[in-house]
């Protein structure tokens, strides 16, 4: 039996060469893994020896030879195979170990690996007749059987060449994307996806399953997040937490509380301590609270988890780090809690969306237009608190579902109105749920107002300042709206639709 170890990922390699050698299997390998071998005192050919070639063109060339890739490709179920490989003199490969060069890691020219990826998929193809091993992880499993059996299952073999040829299809879509550079829409766009978590118990619903994939090869801040208790994480869990760790990082260095419910934010809030900040976020409303998403841009501390312990149960809290205590505090709470600790979200260049049979690429959501770009347009100018609460309306609306609505007064979300198919309701809602408190705050709307009727809602809600991106034929209207009710306007130039 004969195994062909080239590998620029040494971990595990001479301990499964070991194992090999010891069940009285022939070693070839090249480079730096057959010096690593015989560095071990293990038995190693090299594959000049077998080819009678000698590596050449700065070792672009060491594999390329009818003579490896015969031993990979033959079927030995075929006759005139066999006859082929004895009539050139050689010897079948039973087993090929190759993993690629880190192209991810560090691009360029000379890391776009050829003789790897052609073993990795000749031994796929032929996967009758020859084991592929790509990964380090595998390496243990395959010593194992091969110690019981004798040889590797079919349907071992099988599941190794899927994933060999899912390696090469990750390595590949990565040249692709170096070579895009930061063409956001290239005429294609190559995806490798690896599944990283078990099943979900299901997906969006019961009858519907789900479960989490990241890019192959470059990790996600997922998977870096502690879960300290409460029941396995959902579906509904992963997306609502991961539009409530966005928008709470999207609020500055201050302290910040963001509860979500149904991907929407029903609270929002900024104070000077993050005990605080809990409790305005809550406050904005306390019935959609239950059973929400509460994220915090700082460490809970006990004063902050007093206020939430006092509070309507939440299905999730997600922060950066609990003090001490507090995890026990929580869990005193409630035991299905689930309690997260997170690194910050990493930001995406490209956001897709699937639709009946392809997808929509686009830039990932963000705000360019800043407070220094924004126009005021009425005769009434904003005061600085104003301004302040106009910032932080107008933040919220990019994370809440269109149409939106939002109502800030003190630093404090104090009605939301989302998803609606008219911006008057959302903005009745969001008054609704203010019950007064917006009055002297800021109303955000995330698109213009088509007609004055937004702007008497804001009005009548009691604001002293609203803020949008302007853009309709009837501004002049709006803007007339505005004055005639002392209200000072702000106008963006920027939309911020989120369905």
């Known amino acids: 039996m004969r195994a062909l170890l080239s590998v620029y990922d040494k971990t595990g390699i001479v301990e499964l060469a070991q194992g090999l050698h010891d069940l009285g299997w022939e070693l070839v390998s090249s480079g730096g893994t057959a010096r690593a071998l015989a560095a071990a005192g293990l038995p190693v050919l090299t594959v000049e020896e077998v080819t009678g070639s000698a590596e050449m063109l700065g070792h672009r060339v060491v594999t390329l030879h009818p003579k490896i890739h015969g031993g990979i490709l033959a079927d030995l179920d075929l006759p005139d195979h066999r006859a082929d490989l004895e009539t050139h003199g050689i010897t079948p490969v039973d087993l090929v170990v190759v993993n690629l060069y880190p192209f991810s890691s560090d691009p360029s020219i000379e890391l776009i690996d050829i003789g790897g990826p052609t073993m990795v998929r000749a031994a796929a193809k032929n996967h009758a007749h020859v084991g592929i091993l790509v990964d380090p992880a595998d390496y243990g499993p395959a010593l194992e059987e091969l110690r019981a059996a004798g040889a590797l299952s079919p349907e071992t073999r099988r599941r190794l060449a899927r994933a060999a040829f899912a390696h ?160 026990d505090a929580l869990r005193a709470r409630r035991k299905n809690t689930r309690l997260l600790e997170a690194p910050a979200p990493t930001a995406e260049r490209r956001q897709l969306r699937q639709i009946g049979g392809g997808f929509l690429v686009q830039d990932a959501h963000r705000f360019d237009a800043e407070r220094a770009d924004w126009r005021v347009v009425t005769k009434a100018v904003p005061t600085e608190e104003e301004w302040v609460d106009a910032e932080l309306a107008w933040r919220l609306t990019g994370h809440v579902k269109s149409n939106a609505i939002v109502l800030v007064k003190g630093g404090q979300a104090v009605g939301i109105g989302a998803g609606q198919q008219n911006r008057v309701e959302a903005g009745e809602i969001a008054a609704k749920k203010a019950a007064g408190r917006a009055a002297g705050g800021a109303c955000a709307s995330d698109a213009f107002y088509p007609f004055p009727d937004g702007v008497e809602a804001a009005a009548d809600a009691g604001v002293a300042v609203v803020v949008q991106p302007g853009g309709s034929v009837r501004d002049e209207e709006v803007i007339a709206a505005a004055d005639a009710r002392g209200l000072a306007m702000v106008l963006t130039g920027e939309r911020h639709f989120l369905h």
Request: hydrophobic content about 45%; charged content about 20%.
């Open 168 to 327: 090469t299809a990750a390595y590949d879509a990565a040249i692709v994307d170096w070579f895009d550079g930061d063409d956001l829409l290239p005429p294609t766009i190559h995806l490798a996806l690896e599944r990283v978590d078990p099943e979900l118990r299901y997906g969006e619903n019961p009858h519907q399953r789900g479960a989490r994939y990241r890019r192959m090869g470059e990790g996600s801040w997922w998977d870096d997040v502690l879960q300290h208790s409460g029941l396995p994480l959902s579906y509904l869990n992963l997306y609502d937490a991961d539009a409530a760790w966005a928008l709470v990082h999207d609020l500055g260095e201050g302290p910040a509380v963001a509860i979500i419910k149904h991907a929407n934010p029903c609270g929002v809030a900024l104070a000077g301590t993050l005990a605080e900040a809990y409790q305005l976020a809550y406050d904005c409303d306390p019935r959609s609270a239950f059973g929400g998403i509460v994220a915090l841009n700082r460490p809970v501390d006990a004063d902050t988890a007093q206020e939430m312990v006092a509070a309507a149960q939440a299905d999730l809290v997600i922060a950066p780090g609990y003090d001490e205590g507090v995890l």
